[in-house]
């Protein structure tokens, strides 16, 4: 699970096509926003923050970013904070932002009960066995009794990743051709590509 | 985003002109309309333009937007779900439906502003599924009317099309060329070769030549989030500008709270929030086109002293036989770079087993699709599907530009017991939030473990490598089926309802059976029939008259 992020598109960058075709005015709007208006905390608590932050750099962790890793957090306390559903919530679960909040508190809640200690506090591996613990509905604590541990956690991992695969550098990073519009694409057969596409690195 | 209405004032967005506006005309609430429609996709939007150009006065409103695509739409995932139903649903059941994306929309246009294109027949044994193959239930249209329908309307988007389809009875050619396929499409291609199946270009509804003021399909890849270039033939760009030039009015903004029914039993209009007000729209008819959610939503919360469990419902079945598609999915990796973002996301289609029975162990229909999800979709299937996470979902991902892949759009058998209901939960402006309750059959687990197997042979035979499954659903219908009997429908064949001769549904909730196919061709064929046999109602005079009278 951990070890380096080895790229496939090596001198790649999605943000070089900025002032080109591929990007117009709107698109260009809504992703200046976002890489240049990071959000305040203002819905979880300096806890409940800490301890997502944790989980968010062990489910997508960036040791290559490390000065600057994509934002995660900020901007799920955003949509907490505005109450952003996503159109639904399962029968077995609590509005949303209470989801969050017992989820985070439970979180470190098993932590505590399995080593005595918060979930920021501990080593990548116990962070790592705990997760995959919750991931499989495997729960201690008490606090899961009325959250559903594995939904919890795949409404989690599905709202982190959401987030990062929205951002210009997980684009790059998979070798997306990220926005395109008014320019679309003209090759599209295999192992076809066109000038302003991502090169793959060939061993 | 704007969040005051757009159209209103005498004028509507012209959406093929950036900051552009087209007249349209008006009425006052208090003017009593021949027609007023809730909801504008498929269902609605497309009766709206039948019902204009017939001569009747009508206003369309719908709880979303009224973009201008050229405009308002960015190449961005996270931004474009402002396209989405995402008011609070309960769901649940034995097989909970994920909801809010990809089976909601919530503009004008409805979900055809964000739908992938596809635009297929159902099968005339399908639409007769009782009476020639012995399962479920039959339409109560003939295949043969329902066929001439889909010319109309595969004319009126200008499908782009196979020269010959492989699969059904003849058909006219298709209006416009076929598009390149793609790779992630030829992959489709090459696997059904190597299993002796056929495959074809499939029918999309996004042009391979200029129509009008849009331009051909510049294969940008969005179409799932909707189409910047209007290339797309959305409700939104076809139907919508017809109606209003011939005399509809749209209003965007416009969330329907509850049809009004006079001391007669039958309903003077409706009740809608706009611009921070309920306000009262009178109308001669009163069409719902809302969707299988919203649409038995609207009729429940209507209930009042004449009708005490909502509109249309002396049978009891509003809300049920709610069917959502199966759309479970195998996903690999190939030698060759396929870069499935480039292109319509389902470019090759194969409908096989729509057509074909020897070696099935259940009954339904399904036909199965190439791929090209955008990352951030993706990233739900690895991450939220497979369980990924850490460094291994990040290298998992970075393969994204040598993966294929087939799903199906599959058919769900009717149950009673999967439905729409109210929960006792209030959204903001004080109306009841639905519940969706579902859980598949055998014989509905039967089928998608039969296209899980044949297309994992499929991807595996086209050279993928390292096969999963994924399960999931797509497009919702049912909750409101038309029939033949007042005892076990909603609605008689034309959309009226049994118990509320000027109310109509016009919408995928119709739909008896889920068919193996997906539904936008086939709710648009159906509002055309509605739209006509209207205009004929009223010609002859009968539009006054209850609806068995004339079943």
Known sequence: MSGEFQSRFPGYNVLDKWDSPSWNEQTRRVIKDRLENVPERRFFSEQEWTTLHAICARLIPQPDRADAPVPIVPFIDKKLHNNEGDGYRFETMPPMREAWQRGIAAVDAECRVRHGTAFAELPDNLKDATLRAIQHGDVRSETWRDLPAKKFFEIMLRQIVSIYYAHPAAWTEIGFGGPASPRGYVRLGFDRRDPWEASEAHD | ?551
């Open chain 2, 1 to 551: 985003m704007t969040d005051s209405p757009r159209a209103k004032d005498g004028r509507a967005p012209d959406v093929f002109r950036a900051g552009g506006w087209i007249p349209m005309r008006c009425h006052r609430d208090q003017d009593e309309v021949d027609f007023v429609i809730v909801g504008t996709g498929a269902g609605g939007g497309t009766l709206a333009c039948k019902l204009a150009e017939a001569g009747f006065s009508v206003v369309a409103l719908d709880a979303g937007h009224f973009w201008r695509p050229l405009e308002d739409f960015a190449s961005d995932e996270l931004h474009q779900q402002k396209l989405y139903w995402r008011s609070e649903r309960i769901t649940g059941g034995d097989d909970p439906v994920t909801l809010g994306s990809n089976n909601s929309g919530r503009s004008v246009g409805g979900s055809t502003v964000h739908f992938t294109m596809v635009s297929l027949r159902i099968s005339p044994d399908r639409l007769k599924s009782r009476s020639r193959l012995g399962y479920a239930l039959d339409w109560p249209i003939e295949p043969e009317e329902m066929w001439r329908y889909y010319a109309e309307v595969e004319d009126a988007l200008k499908i782009s099309g196979p020269v010959h389809y492989p699969w059904g009875p003849p058909r006219g050619r298709y209006p416009y060329r076929p598009h390149e396929v793609n790779a992630a499409g030829l992959v489709l291609a090459r696997g059904c070769e190597k299993m002796g199946v056929a495959w074809a270009a499939t029918p999309l509804a996004t042009v391979s030549a200029p129509r009008g003021r849009a331009h051909p399909c510049v294969y940008r890849g969005f179409c799932a989030i909707g189409c910047s270039t209007n290339a797309k033939q959305s409700a939104l760009v076809t139907w919508i500008p017809r109606a209003i030039a011939a005399g509809a009015e749209i209003r965007d903004l416009a969330m329907v709270g509850r049809i009004e029914i006079g001391r007669d039993g039958m309903a003077t209009g409706v009740l809608y929030h706009r611009e921070g007000e309920w306000r009262r729209q009178r109308a001669r008819n009163v069409v719902v086109a809302g969707y299988a959610i919203e649409t038995p939503r609207l009729l429940l919360n209507s209930a009042c002293p004449m009708f005490p469990n909502g509109l249309a419902n002396s049978s009891g079945i509003v809300g049920k036989y709610f069917m959502p598609q199966s759309n479970h999915a195998v996903w690999g990796t190939m030698e060759e770079e396929i870069r499935w973002y480039k292109g319509p996301p389902c470019m090759a289609i194969c409908e096989h087993w729509n057509y074909t029975h020897a070696g099935k162990d259940f009954p339904g229909g399904y036909c199965f699709l190439s791929q090209g999800p955008l990352p951030m979709e993706w990233s739900h299937s690895v991450a939220g599907s497979r369980g990924l996470w850490g460094m291994e979902l990040r290298q998992e991902m970075a393969k994204y530009n040598h993966y294929a892949g087939l799903k199906i759009v599959g058919e769900v058998l009717p149950q009673e017991k999967n439905r729409v209901e109210l929960a006792d939960e209030e959204d903001e402006l004080g109306l009841r939030i639905p519940r969706v309750i579902f859980g598949y059959g055998e014989e509905d687990k039967k089928l998608y473990g039969h296209a899980i197997r044949f297309m994992r042979d499929c991807l595996d035979a086209a050279g993928g490598k390292d096969i999963w499954p994924e399960e999931d659903t797509a497009h919702l219908l049912g909750g409101c089926r038309m029939g033949t009997e007042p005892a076990n429908s909603v609605t008689n064949a034309d959309g009226r309802s049994w118990d509320i001769a000027n109310l109509w549904i016009c919408d995928g909730s119709l739909f008896p059976t889920s068919a193996g196919v997906n539904p936008s061709l086939t709710i648009q064929a159906l509002a055309c029939r509605i739209g006509d046999r209207i205009a004929a109602m009223a010609s002859r005079g009968e539009l006054s008259h209850p609806a068995r009278a004339f079943a």
